[in-house]
């Protein structure tokens, strides 16, 4: 699996941020979310999943790994 945010789609509402803090975080500068961990590992599968399903913009994605 790996995460990554659509930096144009952000707004920075911080919904990944509390489904999965050990994942994202938000830049203070930037007002935007950062990946903290590119590549979660499975115990945190299903936080990074909640994260893309309550993200209002559609700005986190998932990559499932071939």
Same mark, same amino acid.
């Given at each position: 699996?790996?995460?990554?945010v =659509?930096l =144009?789609?952000?707004e920075?509402c +911080?919904?990944?941020?509390?489904a +999965?803090? =050990?994942v994202?975080d ?5 007002g935007?979310a ?5 590549r979660p590992?499975?115990?945190q +599968?299903a936080?990074?999943r909640t994260?893309v ?6 700005a986190?994605?998932v990559?499932?790994?071939?």
């Amino acid at each position: 699996m790996r995460t990554w945010v =659509d930096l =144009d789609l952000c707004e920075g509402c +911080a919904s990944c941020m509390v489904a +999965a803090p =050990d994942v994202f975080d938000i830049d203070d500068e930037t007002g935007r979310a950062v990946v903290l961990v590119e590549r979660p590992g499975p115990d945190q +599968a299903a936080q990074v999943r909640t994260a893309v399903l309550h993200c209002p913009v559609r700005a986190v994605h998932v990559t499932e790994d071939a």
